[in-house]
Structures are given as C-alpha cells and as structure tokens.
C-alpha cells in the first residue's frame, strides 16, 4: 500500500495487516481501549477495521505509523539561469509534453503552486522512480522510490528545489530528474549547484559543524547535546580508499557538549585539533535541541551522504516532556511540523556552508 494514500472501507484489512508487527499499532489500539492479547492478525485486523472508519482517526494511525517505520531525510539544491528562467514552467512543459522521462522510470505529479506568509509562490510535485540494477546471477533488480519536493525562486532566474525523500538516494535522483530536463529544454546555461563535501577542504567540514552546531534551528531551540560525531580520515591515514567512516568517543562528544555549552569553538579541543592536523574530514553529527518556551526536545541528524557526498538532514527523535513528574518521551510530530523543521534546519546548514567555502568563517 502506498503510504501516501489513504485506505479505504474495502482495504482496512489490508492496512492493519501491514501495521500489525509496528509498534504504531498496538500504541494506537490502546488509546482507543483495545489490548491486543494472544490474538492471531486476522481477529486483530477485523477488530480494528471497526474502529479506524473515521478519516481522522485513519490520519492518526498513518502519521504514528510512518513516524515509527520511516526516516524522512531533506535534501536540496539549487538551479540558477538566467533572470527570465522560469523552472516551473520548464517542469510543467516537459511533464505534459514530454515522451522522453516516462521511457527512464520517471512519474513525474502536477505541480501544485500555493503562496507563502509573504505572497510569493511555491510549487509542490511528486516523483516515483524506478531504477533498473545489475542483480545476482544475470537478473535485474528493480529499485522503486518515491519523494516529494518543493521548489521557489529565492532571486531572479535562481531557484531553490528541496526534497523529502524516504531513502538517501532520493534527493540524487530528483536532482538527476532536473538535470534530465535541462538537458530535454536546451538550458545549456542553466547549472545545478548542490551542498558537496568536496567543496570544503577537511578542516573547513569542522568549521561547518561548529557553526552550526548551536544555532541549527534558530533562536526558538537551545542546543543540548551533541549524539553523535562520524568522520573520515585523510586518505594517506587509511589502509585504503573504501574504510568506513569512524565516530568519536563518548569521551569526545562530551567534551564537543560542554565547548558549546561554554560558548567556546569546536575547533579550540584538543581531540579536534589532533583530528585536524591528521587532515580528518567530518561528515555526519547528529544535535539534540530544547524548544526554549515548550516542553519538546528533537534530535536532527545531519550528514554529507552518498556518492558525491551531498548534505542532507533528518529529524531522528521527537520527544516531549509531560506529567508533574516532568517525564519524557517519544512523542509523534505530524509530518507537515517534521518537514518545516528540517526546513529550516537544512537551510540554515546552506547558509552556513556557504560562509565557510567563501572563507568568511
């Protein structure tokens, strides 16, 4: 069943079947005063299909459930032309006229245009892909993906595309689709430029962490802990060129918690020195922010990912803080808070990539 798509009357059965071995599921049939004990899946499917009637409920069920099985990732990039470049109305003239995209796996949605706080438009589509991959003994194996995005022009002739994808690979195939439709309309003056670890030399990824590290959500959320650190080392410190990625120590992530929390640099520890002497890259870290008036605390990860490496954000954990005993748990957080979360986060991360390629911090 396509998780982006509601269930209806005749296939309730089916939906609670999928969900019967998530966690969603059982946290769902006890607020509603059912505990499922020692039943099989059929008596457990029929017994929720009763009670799940009401679209709102439905709605309920699919955000618990999707936030308990999926890991929504943010990517993005940017497609600068000239100042009369319109890339929706590129999209919109190669979607309904073209013959090309189909034949490669492509499904490409109508564009849906709203309009922001401040008026200006934004336009929403959709992307199924199907990739063909060389498989195990001659056969081929066939990859299905699907993500959303939204794009908007931030200057004349430049927009902005960002994507929210289900798997890494997401974000590189919506921006292989535009660079497919540049090809298809002739925009030979038209580039794509992308947040590329290759861009900053290895001690230019620490200082991008550090600059982003305390304020990565803007000023409503207060940085608390950093969770995790992973980094690459120089090439000549590697036995070879495939070594997995390495992550620091507790040890060290506590130390990276109280330098921040003293409003001191990243780059003043010791153990990062020592990482950056021996031309150590940071690539992923993953941030633990408190919400300054509201007692909610989320762990956004952020990691230059895939081949290239291209940023990318998610949002790992959502947690509240309830009861007079002030204790906390995970929590849900509807899919539209989700995304505008990473929102900001991945653009914050693109203001400050920015900054440090250009030398200004």
Request: charged share 35%; aromatic share 10%; net charge negative.
């Amino acid at each position: 069943m396509n998780k982006n798509t509601y269930p209806t009357a005749f296939d309730l059965q089916e939906f609670c079947n999928y969900f019967l071995k998530r966690s969603a599921l059982n946290k769902f049939a006890q607020s509603e005063g059912i505990f499922l004990v020692n039943a099989g899946s059929d008596d457990i499917a029929k017994t929720l299909s009763h009670v799940i009637l009401e679209r709102k409920k439905i709605e309920r069920l699919r955000e618990e459930a999707f936030q308990a099985t999926e890991t929504c990732s943010m990517s993005g990039f940017s497609v600068v032309g000239n100042k009369s470049f319109s890339l929706d109305s590129i999209y919109t003239e190669i979607r309904d006229g073209g013959k090309i995209l189909p034949t490669q796996g492509y499904k490409l949605s109508n564009l849906r245009r709203t309009q922001n706080s401040d008026g200006k438009d934004i336009f929403y589509a959709s992307l199924d892909y199907e990739k063909r991959r060389p498989g195990r003994i001659e056969f081929m194996d066939t990859e299905q993906g699907y993500s959303e995005f939204k794009m908007f022009e931030t200057d004349g002739g430049r927009w902005q595309v960002e994507v929210n994808g289900s798997k890494p690979n997401d974000g590189r195939e919506v921006k292989r689709l535009f660079e497919q439709i540049l090809r298809l309309k002739g925009e030979k003056d038209a580039k794509i430029q992308t947040l590329d670890v290759d861009d900053l030399t290895a001690k230019q990824t620490i200082s991008f962490f550090d600059k982003l590290m305390p304020c990565g959500l803007g000023d409503e959320w207060a940085f608390q802990d950093v969770k995790q650190l992973t980094f690459k080392r120089a090439k000549e410190e590697q036995e070879d060129d495939d070594s997995e990625d390495e992550t620091a120590s507790d040890s060290d992530l506590m130390g990276i918690r109280q330098a921040v929390l003293e409003g001191k640099n990243l780059r003043d520890l010791d153990f990062v020195k020592k990482f950056e002497k021996q031309g150590c890259m940071f690539t992923a870290m993953t941030f633990e922010y408190t919400h300054k008036s509201d007692p909610k605390t989320v762990r956004m990860h952020a990691e230059f990912k895939g081949n290239p490496k291209i940023f990318e954000v998610s949002l790992v954990k959502y947690l509240e803080t309830v009861g007079v005993e002030a204790k906390t748990e995970v929590a849900t957080l509807s899919k539209e808070e989700s995304l505008k979360l990473q929102s900001r986060f991945w653009n914050k991360a693109r203001e400050i990539f920015y900054q440090v390629k250009r030398g200004e911090v």
